[in-house]
């Protein structure tokens, strides 16, 4: 969601919050702002819109301190009043926030009458409250703070600055992401490695209900009732070159050809040195314990534990069941005896599914999280981690996370199968699958210009669209849609094929392009039917098939995979319908409308 950014003691902290805030602004990207003191003045800066739009407001706004906010909108919308950071009454406080204040309104009332607030903003309810304590009611700025957060509830990452003093931030946090990068001579605070890279790759991890003091020369962690916690540093193994662009025109499609490499990453990560795979043995028993597995996630990673449930439940013999997480935090069905919850999320840091974690641990549930992000809060707090291997994603619309997630669960479902002597799992030679895999989504790759070509007739002005398919193909039918609709805006649905003549046809009229994935030998002839059923009905369809089951007449044809591992090569295909639909509308690939990457807020 939102991004923050802050510095202590550099003089060039102006370029240092914006090339900060220009790689956080994947987060969110609806207005932004820096506050920047140390030099001859202080500088508050906001722009509604993207960071080039704050970046030329910035001309010699100079000084040592800052702190800097990309939002994307919760309470109130996106303009320059309720852009980040917010002031006290009197302006001396200076904060940014990323979260949800949940008593906002009751804070408000309780203790603010009489003060003025620019915009509609939880955050500026927060500021206004500790300038209240500060300077109303005479407290030190630390006691201030800390009075506030004993009030607040909710979720949040704080970064506060009392504009008299130069030489400290103030950070706390509550199930929002916050992280301290150590500098040379000088300290910063950031919601993501990544904004701070360039800097540094120490940190500092913060838990939450932590209170920091950041200065240039010292970090001070304690909690709320300022007693002291130690805290030691650790390195990222994050590399500057990850995270750029290089000459692609935009991070989707660079991300889209990484595929065949994360796939021979992840290999190496869950092979030995004869090829053997290993998963550490703690996670294989965790599988071997439980009665039923609950795959937790939302969005694309829900996909991806739809698209690995068939090989989890034929490898490991075991039931598996999928939950949406914003739906299981309130209210968890009937589990089986023994469960197990796996967490799959590219960021690790969904506050959905870390609603879910925090409600397993709660209930001694086992857990597994499979993340892109290590040391991320649902790595942190679930009793076990694998990692993707994808390296960084940055676009908002997740392509290798997807395809590495099936891809690792592939390695735990083989593990657990082998362990147990499960045949299937013996005769899975998943890294030979997975080389193919590999070369399958290259030759993919390679046809971009056809795939381009199909999809300006098809979509270029369309206001709908279907994917069909059924088995796998509903089920990467389901994401192939999801990565359309958010980028390219059209109105589209995964749809289980033989699904459509129980009502939906009725939508299907004159030009409704309808696009169809065939990759299974027993279901391909039964989606074939409903092809013709909606061709018959004015449908202008595309398909997408493996070769095993290909027509001459099909107008993408992939090389054919073992079939667990279909969806990986299935996905890519609509990944690029999806990039080139949303090109030739003439649409921002990599930010699209109403969106962050990293969803952080319930
Ligand atoms: C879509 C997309 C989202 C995320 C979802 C969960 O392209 O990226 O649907 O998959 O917000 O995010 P993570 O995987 O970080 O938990």
Known sequence: MCGIVGVVGNTNATDILIQGLEKLEYRGYDSAGIFVLGGTENHLVKAVGRIAELSAKTAGVEGTTGIGHTRWATHGKPTEDNAHPHRSETGRFVLVHNGVIENYLEIKEEYLAGHHFKGQTDTEIAVHLIGKFA?????????????????????????????????????????????IGLGEGYNMVCSDAMAMIRETNQYMEIHDQELVIVKADSVEVQDYDGNRRERVSYTAELDLSDIGKGTYPYYMLKEIDEQPTVMRKLIQAYTDEAGQVVVDPAIIKAVQDADRIYILAAGTSYHAGFASKKMLEELTDTPVELGISSEWGYGMPLLSKKPLFIFISQSGETADSRQVLVKANEMGIPSLTVTNVPGSTLSREANHTMLLHAGPEIAVASTKAYTAQIAALAFLAKAVGEANGN???KAFDL???????????????????????????????????????????????????????????????????GELKHGTIALIEEGTPVLALLSDPVLANHTRGNIQEVAARGAKVLTIAEENVAKDTDDIVLTTVHPYLSPISMVVP?????????????????????????????
């Open 431 to 497: 890294v030979h699958e997975l080389s193919i895999v590999a070369q399958s989504i290259e030759s993919t790759l390679s046809e971009k210009e056809t795939i381009d070509a199909k999809v300006r007739d098809l979509l270029e002005t369309t206001r709908n669209a279907f994917y069909i398919g059924r088995g796998q193909d509903y089920y990467v039918a389901m994401e192939a849609s999801l990565k359309l609709k958010e980028i390219s805006y059209i109105q589209c649905e995964g749809f289980a094929a």
């Open 423 to 425: 045949e299937k799992a």
């Open 574 to 602: 609509t990944q690029l319908v999806a990039y080139f639909a949303t090109l030739h509308r003439g649409l921002d690939v990599d930010k699209p409308r109403n969106l962050a990457k990293s969803v952080t807020v319930e």
């Open 135 to 179: 300077e109303e009611d005479g407290l030190s700025v630390l006691e201030a703070f800390k009075k506030a957060l004993h009030i607040i509830r909710g979720s949040y990452a704080f970064a506060l600055i009392d504009s008299e003093n130069p030489d400290v931030i103030y950070v706390a946090k509550n199930k929002s992401p916050l992280l």
